[in-house]
């Protein structure tokens, strides 16, 4: 991946109908986020929400979003509820890891995540909490995140791990 291709921001309000449509994309109708969700999530925490643009179209290529949270554990609300969004919140639970079809397997799900640690650990949160399905767990486990086991996360009527990641402060 040249990563000069890419511009790494937070999202900016106009460009939530898109999160939504590149949800839809990379997601099964069972596992993504509804609009409504993605809309109040845009909302309420749109630094926790980085975009991987791409330089030649203007599109979004990618983006990594989340919360944060005091709470230590993932619970699915979490998916629902930006309301459970707290600001200072030492911890981050992973929503959503979204590259589009024409952008995978060139390292920018890898990038955007690397810099989302990055900046977790600048604005001194301490840990970093996602679920994934078992076709994933090895993936994340490059990325430096620790398999949990068995989440207790029964979103989309799957079995989920939990993954989580210590920030070193």
Same mark, same amino acid.
């Given at each position: 991946?040249?990563?000069?291709?890419?511009?790494?921001?937070?999202?900016? !309000?106009?460009?939530?109908?898109?999160?939504?449509?590149?949800?839809?994309?990379?997601?099964?109708?069972?596992?993504?986020?509804?609009?409504?969700?993605?809309?109040?999530?845009?909302?309420?925490?749109?630094?926790?929400?980085?975009?991987?643009?791409?330089? !030649?179209?203007?599109?979004?290529?990618?983006?990594?979003?989340?919360?944060?949270?005091?709470?230590?554990?993932?619970? %699915?609300?979490?998916?629902?509820?930006? %309301?459970?969004?707290?600001?200072?919140?030492?911890?981050?639970?992973?929503?959503?890891?979204?590259?589009?079809?024409?952008?995978?397997?060139?390292?920018?799900?890898?990038?955007?995540?690397?810099?989302?640690?990055?900046?977790?650990?600048?604005?001194?949160?301490?840990?970093?909490?996602?679920?994934?399905? %078992?076709?994933?767990?090895?993936?994340?486990?490059?990325?430096?995140?620790?398999?949990?086991?068995?989440?207790?996360?029964?979103?989309?009527?799957?079995?989920?791990?939990?993954?989580?990641?210590?920030? %070193?402060?």
């Amino acid at each position: 991946m040249e990563k000069s291709q890419f511009l790494f921001r937070v999202i900016r !309000q106009e460009e939530a109908e898109q999160a939504v449509g590149i949800e839809a994309i990379c997601f099964p109708p069972h596992e993504a986020c509804s609009r409504e969700s993605m809309l109040a999530r845009i909302a309420k925490a749109p630094e926790l929400f980085l975009v991987a643009e791409d330089r !030649q179209t203007g599109k979004i290529a990618g983006f990594l979003n989340g919360i944060a949270t005091n709470e230590q554990v993932f619970r %699915d609300e979490f998916f629902t509820d930006a %309301d459970l969004h707290e600001p200072n919140g030492s911890n981050i639970m992973i929503l959503g890891l979204d590259v589009l079809p024409e952008y995978r397997c060139q390292g920018l799900a890898r990038e955007l995540m690397r810099r989302y640690l990055c900046i977790g650990k600048e604005k001194g949160r301490k840990t970093v909490v996602l679920t994934c399905l %078992d076709d994933k767990v090895k993936m994340y486990q490059k990325m430096g995140f620790h398999d949990r086991g068995l989440a207790n996360s029964t979103w989309g009527g799957e079995q989920w791990h939990e993954m989580r990641h210590t920030l %070193d402060l």
